[in-house]
T-cell receptor
Framework: SQTIHQWPATLVQPVGSPLSLECTVE??????LYWYRQAAGRGLQLLFY??????ISSEVPQNLSASRPQDRQFILSSKKLLLSDSGFYLC??????????FGPGTRLTVL | KQEVTQIPAALSVPEGENLVLNCSFT??????LQWFRQDPGKGLTSLLL?????REQTSGRLNASLDKSSGRSTLYIAASQPGDSATYLC?????????????FGKGTLLTVNP
C-alpha cells in the first residue's frame, strides 16, 4: 500500500532563518506531488506541484521554493522565513488526474 | 480563475440526523470534484471523487452529487454520528493532464452532538 510521510511534524523558527520540509511517498512510482499551505481563515492554497523529477511548477509568487531530487521525494525550502510563512504545510500525491492523498502535515510557526 | 465556496461555514446537529453540505464553483469546466475530511491538526482524508461525467458517488453513509451546469456539489451524510465531527472540504479540478490542480473551498466545520 501507498504511504506518505512528512517531517518534521512541528517546527518553530525565527524570522530570517532557513527552512527545509521534506515529503516522501512509498509504494508508488512517478506520482504527481503537491505542496499546499493552510493558513487560518484562508483555506488550502496550492504552492507547488511536480509531475516528475526536476519538474516544478509554482502557483504563488513568494520566498519559498520546491525541489524534487528523487521520484518520490519532494522538498519545500526557504532561504529566509517571513512571519507570513507560518501555517500548516501539507504534501500530497496523486497518480495522474485521480484522487489526491495527503500527508500528516507540518505545523510551522515563524516568530 | 476557479473559486470554490462552501456553505455553511459551520454546522451543528444532533446525532442521527441526516445532513447536507454544499459546495459551489464558478467555472463549470471541471475535470472532477473531490470531497475530503480533515480532523483537527491532521492532514486531509479523501472521501469521494466525482468525475465530470458522473452525477453522484456513494460510499457507505456518504453520497456526493455533482451538477456541473449549476456549478454545485452536495455531500449528504446519513444518520450522522459523533465520529463524523470534522471539517469537510470540497475541491474542484479545473483541467487534467499536466495542469491537474485542485482549488479548495474553505470548508464546513461539522459538529455532531451525542
Amino acid at each position: 500500500s501507498q504511504t506518505i510521510h512528512q517531517w518534521p511534524a512541528t517546527l518553530v523558527q525565527p524570522v530570517g532563518s532557513p527552512l527545509s520540509l521534506e515529503c516522501t511517498v512509498e509504494g508508488t512510482s512517478n506520482p504527481n506531488l503537491y505542496w499546499y499551505r493552510q493558513a487560518a481563515g484562508r483555506g488550502l492554497q496550492l504552492l507547488f506541484y511536480s509531475v516528475g523529477i526536476g519538474q516544478i511548477s509554482s502557483e504563488v509568487p513568494q520566498n519559498l521554493s520546491a525541489s524534487r531530487p528523487q521520484d518520490r521525494q519532494f522538498i519545500l525550502s526557504s532561504k529566509k522565513l517571513l512571519l507570513s510563512d507560518s501555517g500548516f504545510y501539507l504534501c500530497a500525491w496523486s497518480v495522474g488526474q485521480s484522487t489526491q492523498y495527503f500527508g500528516p502535515g507540518t505545523r510551522l510557526t515563524v516568530l | 480563475k476557479q473559486e470554490v465556496t462552501q456553505i455553511p461555514a459551520a454546522l451543528s446537529v444532533p446525532e442521527g440526523e441526516n445532513l447536507v453540505l454544499n459546495c459551489s464553483f464558478t467555472d463549470s469546466a471541471i475535470y472532477n470534484l473531490q470531497w475530503f475530511r480533515q480532523d483537527p491538526g491532521k492532514g486531509l482524508t479523501s472521501l469521494l471523487l466525482i468525475q465530470s461525467s458522473q452525477r453522484e458517488q456513494t460510499s457507505g453513509r456518504l453520497n456526493a452529487s455533482l451538477d456541473k451546469s449549476s456549478g454545485r456539489s452536495t455531500l449528504y451524510i446519513a444518520a450522522s454520528q459523533p465520529g463524523d465531527s470534522a471539517t469537510y472540504l470540497c475541491a474542484a479540478a479545473l483541467s487534467g493532464g499536466s495542469n491537474y490542480k485542485l482549488t479548495f473551498g474553505k470548508g464546513t466545520l461539522l459538529t455532531v452532538n451525542p
